[in-house]
T-cell receptor, first 114, second 112 residues
Framework: DAKTTQPNSMESNEEEPVHLPCNHSTISGTDYIHWYRQLPSQGPEYVIHGLTSNVNNRMASLAIAEDRKSSTLILHRATLRDAAVYYCILRDRASGGSNYKLTFGKGTLLTVNP | NAGVTQTPKFQVLKTGQSMTLQCAQDMNHEYMSWYRQDPGMGLRLIHYSVGAGITDQGEVPNGYNVSRSTTEDFPLRLLSAAPSQTSVYFC???????????FGEGSWLTVV
């Protein structure tokens, strides 16, 4: 499986934008880029995913480099409730819907200061 | 919708005891799975199922059994608990063609 590299931790101030980077230099053409986050003492929750184009939803934006070897999760205005561990995960589209084998690394611990 | 429901939330076992962690989902999802998360680590896949009657091993299956007799339920059995199985366990489900995996709130297990 292609691997991802994320910083161990990042800090942000409340109501400021946050850019969480992810490197995936060995990404294949059929890999989706997924982001999940895990709030303290909770299960992971889906944030966003994309393949080639930038994506926006109500939670965040995903900016994907043109060569797809890196991506950035953007939280436009961080709140205290965004403090969590953020995981960048690659999932092979070619394996179809049966692919449960998401590989979670250690992710990035985001601290939001009031 | 309750989503993915796990029980119990907390459990303490003695070494050698057996127990079952329950997982149920009410979204009619074909795919269900169990992960464990050790302190400061990411999640590791234990077992997964692509539908009723079908199960398969994940990354760390030793010491655990699963079955999938219905679409809704996917219990995880610890056959003879060991301290190394002290962890937080997460059940997850996904619709067949979907991209989003839904996780339960976790079951904290301590084996002494």
């Amino acid at each position: 499986d292609a691997k991802t590299t994320q910083p161990n931790s990042m800090e942000s101030n409340e109501e400021e934008p946050v850019h969480l980077p992810c490197n995936h230099s060995t990404i294949s053409g059929t890999d989706y880029i997924h982001w999940y986050r895990q709030l303290p003492s909770q299960g992971p929750e889906y944030v966003i995913h994309g393949l080639t184009s930038n994506v926006n939803n109500r939670m965040a934006s995903l900016a994907i480099a043109e060569d797809r070897k890196s991506s950035t999760l953007i939280l436009h205005r961080a709140t205290l409730r965004d403090a969590a561990v953020y995981y960048c995960i690659l999932r092979d589209r070619a394996s179809g819907g049966s692919n449960y084998k998401l590989t979670f690394g250690k992710g990035t611990l985001l601290t939001v200061n009031p | 919708n309750a989503g993915v429901t796990q029980t119990p939330k907390f459990q303490v076992l003695k070494t050698g005891q057996s127990m079952t962690l329950q997982c149920a989902q009410d979204m009619n999802h074909e795919y269900m799975s169990w992960y464990r998360q050790d302190p400061g680590m990411g999640l590791r896949l234990i077992h997964y199922s692509v539908g009723a009657g079908i199960t398969d091993q994940g990354e760390v299956p030793n010491g655990y059994n699963v079955s999938r007799s219905t679409t809704e339920d996917f219990p995880l059995r610890l056959l003879s608990a060991a301290p190394s199985q002290t962890s937080v366990y997460f059940c997850a489900s996904k619709i067949g063609s979907g991209n989003t995996i839904y996780f339960g709130e976790g079951s904290w297990l301590t084996v002494v």
